[in-house]
């Protein structure tokens, strides 16, 4: 590639930003509208039904949310009913957020939507080059990490 | 995979929403920030660089932005000095916004920076994997688009 253009259509950022985008909308329209969620909300949501309680502080990280932004879903997550905050059981010190039985029941009625999501996007997709493109990415977020440093 | 429970680290739609996150991360440290740009502001300056003039609904769809966002976006961009808004010259009636001489330096500037951000992100990922990458990525946004209809 010429050093001194961007060719978007063949620019990695570019290209990541758009299927996510693509995917945000798709699933907002098939499972989040009808739920009154927003794509953040679900993110805490799913963090919480596949990692278990976390502290906000951890939620951020790992949904790559900010801090403060988390905060304020998680207010109006347990305004909802959906979480929890409270002590944790190992330190007492420590907020944990969890799924309520309502967000647990929510979630596991909206996961098949969501695995049905990535079934769509990867249509015409062959299984190892879903395989490889996960690696790819995994790859690729480390790098990005590490650069963080 | 189990169809009633979402694991995240192999699920594609958060694979892809991390690397995006982090792929604006560094991109704001490495070069938006000190030149107060924001992500959406920079995609916008580097879709008129790559494609010409462009009319605010068409640059809507190319950088995935909301339409009334955009619109918000390009009257700051014009406050700044960077793009223009006028009349195209095959129809009186179509308003097209294009680069200023400021904004084309601005992006010249950044699109090395912009470069360097995908030489970070595919570090140690071979040539052949991320033609791979990007063509899976094209597929994937078709089939969402598809989708979409």
Known sequence: MSRDQLKLDDYL????????AALVATYTRRALAAN?????????LAILSDNGGQRQ???????????STVSRIVTRLVRLGLVTRGRSETSNREVLVQLSPKGRALV???????????????????????????????????????AQK
């Open 108 to 146: 596991k009625k909206l996961i098949p939507v969501a695995l049905g999501l990535e079934d769509t996007a990867a249509g015409g997709v062959s299984a190892a080059d879903l395989v490889q493109l996960k690696r790819t990415l995994r790859k690729i977020y480390a790098n990005l990490a590490n």
């Open 57 to 67: 502080i951890d939620l951020s990280s790992i949904t790559s949310i900010e801090a």
């Open 36 to 44: 009154k969620l927003s794509i953040d909300m679900w993110r805490v």
């Open 13 to 20: 950022p570019y290209l990541v930003n758009r299927v996510g």
